[in-house]
């Protein structure tokens, strides 16, 4: 299985604040990787597909960038919405993994 | 729009056989190249994905190997449902379980509420 592994596991920043969340696969993943943002008590949402794509409708304080097995996700300007739990997925083969997990909090 | 409804019994015993339902509004099951798939979100293992479907031609399955021989899902079209059957579970099976689709990224661009499944006696 491929391992996929975030840091940190938590955070707190302030408002205003940028922000950047690291994904680190096992093996090489080429751009294989999504980002979902999942917000206290609610269902994970789709964020990022292939590494960089953000989702229509996804802020654009939101940007993603990597490939191989380094992978980051950024936010600039972080808003009180932006209080979530966000993941990282793997998709190049099965079993499709997901990392631990980053909680940002404000 | 599609949507998603997981359902099923909230507590399932040990040993025994967790049976969820996925219902897909909005649009024919297998109107589209969509694979189904289960996901579950325990506190102690995060997002685990638990396997998929395809839902047009044969319902080919991809299952993760950490469930060995416990899983099992189907498509009914007939219904616009697909399942999932989950057997001699166990305390550490306790998790809310997610029904969602997963695109040609094989990205989960759907999810259901989450329905949550306790084990225990």
């Known amino acids: 299985d491929i391992q996929m592994t975030q840091s940190p596991s938590s955070l707190s920043a302030s408002i205003g604040d940028r922000v950047t969340i690291t994904c680190r696969a096992s093996q090489d993943i080429r751009t294989c990787l999504n980002w979902y943002q999942q917000r206290p008590g609610k269902v994970p949402e789709l964020l990022v597909i292939?590494?960089?794509v953000l989702l229509g409708g996804v802020p654009t304080r939101f940007s993603a960038t990597g490939s191989g097995t380094h992978f980051t996700l950024t936010i600039d300007n972080l808003q009180p919405e932006d209080l979530a739990s966000y993941y990282c997925?793997?998709?190049?083969?099965?079993?499709?993994?997901f990392g631990g997990g980053t909680k940002v909090g404000i | 729009q599609v949507q998603l409804q997981e359902s099923g019994p909230g507590l399932v015993k040990p040993s025994q056989t967790l049976s969820l339902i996925c219902t897909v509004s909005g649009d024919s099951i297998n109107s589209v190249n969509y694979y189904w798939s289960w996901i579950r979100q325990s506190a102690g293992k995060g997002l685990e994905w638990i396997g998929r479907i395809y839902s047009s031609g044969s319902g080919s399955t991809n299952y993760n190997p950490s469930f060995r021989s416990r899983v099992t899902m189907s498509v009914d079209t007939s219904k616009n449902q697909f399942s999932l059957r989950l057997s001699s579970v166990t305390a550490a099976d306790t998790a809310i379980y997610y029904c969602?689709?997963?695109?040609?990224?094989?990205?989960?661009?759907?999810w259901g509420q989450g329905t949550m499944v306790t084990v225990s006696s």
């Open positions: 997925q793997q998709c190049l083969t099965t079993p499709l993994t």
């Open positions: 292939a590494a960089s």
């Open positions: 969602a689709s997963l695109n040609r990224h094989d990205a989960f661009d759907l």
